[in-house]
């Protein structure tokens, strides 16, 4: 049986145990520090007169690893404003990074034009925790996934656990990472300014070698025929991304709430397309389309025996088409139509102005203010639609007028002072049959609002039933029409002449006496014809009208 045995020589079973008396404290160490306001790690140290339990803990590499020695003390005067404020590594070196620039060779197998490839990258070496990573710029179009090659870390040195610092990088030196051998060949200004600094002499910097697969694209391609000037690979190659842009206005102003907007055009060098934009302006009120028209090629010139086509519904092919639209046809401070619309050219950007410069030395780019005109509302008058049949002439047109129609105004004056009074007149039917010859009807003009009624008196054994004949209306004269509108008044109604109501012809036989008197009470706006014809009736008999029914009137005693 093996035993445990404490410091003092037992072994560490119940009973043979007891409290250490010489342990001054009994809390857990502190790890970290604080020196000027820094967070750092705690280093054990023995002092004098520390217990020897303390002591025990620590491991034998620690021990020696220790200075044991004492240091002699000085009493010597010295200046206190000399001393620096201690600042740690990672907050004096933040944000402090030595660039290297390198390259290295990648083989390149079953390639009949290529062996290797020279790939340049950049090392970074973060001075905060001697961390390194490695990128490679991106090339364009080079097919190669490139960017970051290596993350931000402590790089391998060697099998034994070292790793690369800052004292181990240097100019014109190999640095194999994982496998790849990189070639250092310069630094930036700050790297050796830091490496002088330190006292670390540079090497002669190196260039960068080409790359053979590089330097053989780079040779012009032999040709033993003429050249083509509409080599489309060659206009990809040459003219990619160069886009001619400009500046004018859009005339709307024609179409219906029509204005003039600004607009951008692009044209597109590469295959002759052309881009229209409509710029958006705050608080416009339009709908967000930037796109006013799509990228396309736009036709200038059309051949003469498809004019007749139906153009806005069939697309035009390139058969049908004789010239489209080219560079030289963008002029500044001049209108072009494109697709049914009139654009004004008025300025261009830096590269449009370059490229006319070189290429059309002849056209001269005189750019034109951009002044929008405000339109001018047309002089139109509203067009009343024609009347449709339902309801009154006055609540039809209240539809036209507004969007929610309201009543028609009424006069309140007239109908205040008019109220309850009517003028009765009594008709015959004129009609080809002989049955209507005997009905009698009592027509009924309401001063209040010009509205008739008629009412058909009953007579028995006739056939025919009585009552109201027609409700309260303005009935229009046959003469009028339904956009100048004629009602009937008083001062149309003589005796013996003839009213038309919606087809029926009746015939003015009588009146009653307050007509006669309330014609004469306004004879200044009747007509001499029409009081006489009443005098005339009412001076050879005499009535006696009483009432019969509510809107009937009884026939004079001569007539009964």
């Not at 010295?78 to 060779?105: G, M, N, W």
């Not at 025929?225 to 024609?254: E, H, I, Y």
Request: glycine residues 4%; negative net charge.
């Amino acid at each position: 049986m093996s035993w445990n045995w404490n410091s003092h020589g037992l072994p560490f079973l119940p009973g043979y145990s007891f409290q250490d008396v010489t342990k001054p404290a009994f809390h857990r160490p502190q790890t970290l520090g604080y020196k000027n306001g820094y967070a750092l790690p705690r280093r054990p140290t023995i002092g004098i007169g520390q217990s020897p339990l303390l002591s025990a803990q620590l491991r034998l590499q620690e021990l020696n690893q220790l200075p044991l020695q004492e240091h002699e003390a000085s009493y010597d005067t010295y200046d206190i404003s000399q001393c620096e404020d201690f600042i740690p590594a990672h907050v004096a070196l933040d944000k402090k990074v030595l660039r290297f620039y390198a390259y290295f060779t990648e083989d390149v197998l079953y390639s009949p034009e290529e062996h290797y490839r020279i790939r340049s990258v950049v090392i970074h070496y973060f001075l905060e925790d001697d961390t390194m990573c490695i990128i490679e710029p991106a090339v364009e179009n080079s097919g190669i996934p490139q960017g970051k090659r290596i993350k931000r870390q402590r790089l391998p040195k060697n099998e034994f656990g070292e790793y690369y610092t800052w004292i181990d990088l240097n100019v014109a030196m190999d640095m194999e990472v994982y496998g790849v051998k990189y070639r250092i060949i310069d630094c930036d200004s700050f790297t050796k300014e830091f490496l002088a600094s330190e006292g670390i002499i540079l090497n002669v910097p190196e260039s960068m070698p080409s790359d053979p697969y590089t330097t053989h694209r780079t040779k012009p391609i032999p040709c033993f025929t003429m050249p083509s000037k509409c080599d489309p690979a060659n206009k990809f190659l040459t003219m990619d991304r160069k886009v001619l842009r400009f500046f004018g206005l859009w005339d709307d102003s024609q179409s219906l709430f029509g204005d003039t907007h600004p607009v951008t055009i692009h044209y597109y060098l590469v295959d002759d397309t052309v881009e229209v934009r409509e710029v958006q302006e705050s608080n416009s009120g339009r709908d967000p389309f930037p796109i006013l028209m799509r990228r396309q090629r736009l036709p200038k010139k059309t051949k003469t025996h498809i004019s007749s086509f139906p153009t806005c519904v069939l697309e035009v092919s390139k058969d049908e088409v004789e010239e489209y639209y080219s560079p030289r046809d963008f002029q500044l401070g001049q209108k072009i139509t494109m697709l049914g619309r009139c654009f004004l050219l008025c300025d261009c950007d830096d590269f449009t102005q370059q490229y006319y410069q070189s290429h059309y030395p002849d056209m001269e780019l005189n750019p034109v203010e951009m002044t929008r005109q405000e339109p001018q509302p047309a002089d139109k008058k509203k067009e009343v639609p024609p009347y449709n049949g339902f309801g009154t002439l006055e609540d039809s047109l209240q539809n036209c007028l507004s969007l929610v129609p309201v009543p028609p105004k009424k006069n309140l004056v007239k109908q205040l002072e008019n109220n309850n009074k009517v003028l009765r007149y009594r008709a015959k039917l004129e009609s080809q049959f002989e049955v209507d010859e005997d009905r009698t009807f009592v027509l009924s003009y309401y001063l209040a609002n010009d509205m008739i009624s008629i009412y058909e008196k009953s007579s028995r054994n006739s056939g025919i039933i009585g009552g109201k004949f027609l409700e309260k209306t303005r009935i229009p004269k046959p003469d009028s029409s339904t956009e100048n509108p004629q009602f009937y008044s008083p001062t149309d109604f003589a005796i013996g002449s003839t009213v038309e109501v919606f087809g029926h012809r009746f015939v003015l036989t009588d009146a009653d006496r307050y007509v006669l008197t309330y014609l004469e009470s306004i004879q200044s706006q009747v007509p001499t014809e029409i009081l006489n014809s009443l005098r005339r009736r009412f001076g050879l008999d005499t009535y006696t009208i009483e009432k019969h029914g509510e809107d009937a009137v009884v026939e004079p005693s001569s007539l009964n």
